[in-house]
């Protein structure tokens, strides 16, 4: 069974770099074929994909933030992590990793706030 857990700030300032990790166990994050994403939602609204990391370390990203978004990975620790810069209150959101590409894997989600 394969789970993940996000870990990382709750409160985050505006203009500074959101950073969460992504531990996941029961499986490697280096198994063909799979990618690990982090996806979010903000209060009142839907689901918004981020980006993601492929089992061989090459990454993409939403269009709409691949300008502020950065994920990389630590295979020793079979973790993934996300960094958002530049955050605003706008990026106030519960953020989830999961495993990607059928998303049936998921951490249970983070509340990150972005205030002063």
């Known amino acids: 069974q394969v789970q993940l857990q996000e870990s990382g700030p709750g409160l985050v300032k505006p203009s500074q770099t959101l950073s969460l990790t992504c531990t996941v166990s029961?499986?490697?994050?280096?198994?063909?074929?799979?990618?690990w994403s982090w996806i979010r939602q903000p209060p009142g609204k839907g689901l918004e994909w981020m980006g993601a990391?492929?089992?061989?370390?090459?990454?993409f990203y939403s269009p709409s933030l691949k300008s502020r978004t950065s994920i990389s990975r630590d295979t020793s620790k079979n973790q993934f992590t996300l960094q958002l810069s530049s955050v605003t209150p706008e990026d106030t959101a519960v953020y989830y990793c999961?495993?990607?590409?059928?998303?049936?894997?998921w951490g249970q989600g983070t509340q990150v706030t972005v205030s002063s």
């Open positions: 999961a495993r990607g590409s059928a998303y049936d894997y």
């Open positions: 029961g499986g490697s994050i280096t198994t063909n074929y799979y990618y």
């Open positions: 990391i492929r089992y061989s370390g090459s990454t």
